[in-house]
């Protein structure tokens, strides 16, 4: 949390600073602090659009699923007055989001989610043409493991390298989250990298 706001604080211009120390917030128990966060992302819009189209519907999707967490957590009233003061709705159906995020801000990289079992595809909310993303896909509805997660160098920038992570956070629809976390570092000149399967997360079976 720390770090994430240290980094915010430098580099506001970025939708994933303010998504990073959300859900940092999310996952050390601080709902509310978490919603707060992407609420002001939201109202300032501090990055340049035309480099972000639609990441404020992604971003206003997160505050959706926030608000449930908080919900849950015990501060249903609180929630439900921020998500209506928001404007958008508790979440209340299941999904699975894949959310890329990387250094480097001149690379561009691709997110490549695709289900092994028939499942439902990927749907892609967000795709960030250079660093330092996101790239947002989300399976609505009950996932259907397993899942194969890579990602695909397209652009590379003067650094030569590249670093980030890709974040899969499953909600159960009732205000639970899981997170999975598969960071990465590419060093080649183009090409996809394998971040292996995704499966057995779902909270419905029990997981935490």
Known sequence: VDAYRKALAIRDDHPSAHRLLAFALVRAGRPEEGFAVLLRAVRERRWVAARFRGVEDALRED????????????????????????????????SLRFVLTWETDASNLDLEVGPLGGGPSVESHLDATQGYG???????????????????????????????????????????????????????ESGSLDLGRVDGMSLARGGR
């Open 63 to 94: 505050l959706s699923v926030v608000a449930a967490v908080w919900a849950q957590k015990g501060g249903r009233a609180e929630a439900e007055a921020a998500a209506r003061e928001a404007g958008v709705p508790l979440a209340t159906t299941p």
């Open 134 to 188: 996101p790239d947002v896909g989300v399976v609505p509805g009950v996932p259907s493991f397993p899942y194969q997660l890579g990602v695909r160098q397209t652009q590379r920038g003067a650094q030569g390298f590249i670093h980030g992570k890709v974040e899969v956070v499953e909600h159960d629809g009732a205000g639970n989250l899981r997170f999975d976390e598969r960071p990465f570092v590419i060093l080649g």
